[in-house]
């Protein structure tokens, strides 16, 4: 696999602080050869919460391109997104460690020069991308975690559920036969009223922590609690940024009053002649199984034989190996410690795959 991709240095910041079976990720698939980069130039440090210290840095396209206008300064009280702590708390989580204030922040925007970008509708966000500490032994792999749903009017825009606009073979949160489905869903809603989104995100952040403290550099697409990028537009970052995708995802509309545990999307037989899955499922297939195995071996429940196959906007954009992890369903826990429990998983999951 190519884990060749390199990233340019655009401008510092100073004081910022960093902040179905319906399947829930099923049409929402955010929440689904890459063009090589420029030599990262200088570095920049970043202290989070765990580990100690971390970079991150923006995009630089062949062309010289980069977000906010060619590397001009992004005021520091523009900071990212995040969510706080009593919101966290009163959302039945304890409350997320205060971050330190970083000396360094770089975002990443959707290229529209990008394969698919043009069948984005929602692209005013930015992603960001943190880089491990190098005492961390960094590994140089980038890993897009995808904190489902999350973005504000998402439900109400429409985007082609498949590049060539073909429709969709099966069934979910968008009937098969539909040629588009809803750029980024809401989500469900837990048992004890906590939104998904509010949990996808805490979940990223755990595992975005786990991943810069093994080495691995994270693009969380999703930072804070609104980010204004489909589901085409998350994907396509990803697949020009990142050697894996990873969306986190719990199930929805199941009918099942307990916990049925995790398992991942996999994608139709009828869809493994379409590009670009064509050339990709079979990467997909192999980081999900990984995944899944890495969980049972921290004793998470496991779905049936961990997959099931549903066709998703994530995986028909996708280009690198992608994946939509469904978690558990509407009565799982989501305390910190049962999120831990998965981060730890996930990131066995995630060694596994690349050889680690």
């Given at each position: 696999m190519n884990r060749g991709k390199k990233y340019g240095i655009a401008?510092?910041?100073?004081?910022?602080?960093?902040?179905?079976?319906?399947?829930?990720?099923?049409?929402?698939?955010?929440?689904?050869?890459?063009?090589?980069?420029?030599?990262?130039?200088?570095?920049?440090?970043?202290?989070?919460?765990?580990?100690?210290?971390?970079?991150?840095?923006?995009?630089?396209?062949?062309?010289?391109?980069?977000?906010?206008?060619?590397?001009?300064?992004?005021?520091?009280?523009?900071?990212?997104?995040?969510?706080?702590?009593?919101?966290?708390?009163?959302?039945?989580?304890?409350?997320?460690?205060?971050?330190?204030?970083?000396?360094?922040?770089?975002?990443?925007?959707?290229?529209?020069?990008?394969?698919?970008?043009?069948?984005?509708?929602?692209?005013?966000?930015?992603?960001?991308?943190?880089?491990?500490?190098?005492?961390?032994?960094?590994?140089?792999?980038?890993?897009?975690?995808?904190?489902?749903?999350?973005?504000?009017?998402?439900?109400?825009?429409?985007?082609?559920?498949?590049?060539?606009?073909?429709?969709?073979?099966?069934?979910?949160?968008?009937?098969?036969?539909?040629?588009?489905?809803?750029?980024?869903?809401?989500?469900?809603?837990?048992?004890?009223?906590?939104?998904?989104?509010?949990?996808?995100?805490?979940?990223?952040?755990?595992?975005?922590?786990?991943?810069?403290?093994?080495?691995?550099?994270?693009?969380m697409l999703r930072d804070g609690e609104d980010v204004q990028l489909d589901n085409v537009a998350r994907t396509v970052i990803c697949n020009n940024v990142a050697d894996c995708h990873i969306a986190l995802h719990w199930d929805s509309g199941d009918g099942k009053d307990y916990d049925k545990g995790c398992f991942y999307i996999s994608v139709p037989e009828a869809l493994k002649s379409m590009e670009p899955v064509a050339s990709h499922w079979q990467q997909h297939d192999t980081l999900g199984a990984d995944l899944v195995e890495g969980l049972r071996g921290q004793g998470a429940t496991i779905y049936g034989k961990g997959t099931m196959s549903i066709d998703l906007t994530q995986t028909s954009y996708s280009t690198i190996p992608s994946v939509d992890m469904e978690l558990g369903n509407g009565y799982s826990d989501h305390s910190d410690a049962t999120l831990n429990t998965l981060a730890e998983g996930l990131l066995s999951g995630i060694q596994t795959y690349f050889g680690q």
């Open positions: 401008a510092i910041l100073t004081g910022v602080a960093l902040a179905g079976m319906t399947a829930c990720g099923a049409e929402n698939g955010d929440g689904t050869e890459r063009t090589e980069k420029t030599e990262i130039v200088e570095s920049v440090t970043l202290e989070t919460m765990i580990p100690e210290s971390a970079e991150v840095f923006r995009e630089t396209t062949e062309n010289g391109n980069t977000v906010e206008g060619s590397g001009e300064e992004i005021m520091p009280e523009t900071p990212v997104p995040q969510e706080s702590a009593g919101a966290a708390e009163q959302e039945g989580h304890s409350a997320h460690p205060q971050p330190v204030e970083s000396t360094g922040l770089q975002q990443i925007t959707l290229d529209p020069d990008w394969e698919y970008a043009d069948h984005s509708k929602i692209n005013t966000g930015a992603a960001v991308l943190y880089r491990a500490p190098e005492e961390s032994g960094r590994k140089e792999i980038v890993i897009g975690v995808n904190a489902g749903h999350g973005t504000a009017g998402g439900s109400k825009v429409k985007t082609l559920c498949h590049p060539d606009g073909s429709a969709k073979i099966t069934g979910g949160s968008t009937a098969a036969g539909a040629t588009e489905a809803a750029a980024v869903s809401g989500g469900m809603t837990f048992q004890d009223g906590t939104p998904e989104r509010t949990v996808t995100l805490r979940m990223a952040q755990i595992l975005r922590d786990r991943l810069l403290a093994s080495g691995y550099d994270v693009l």
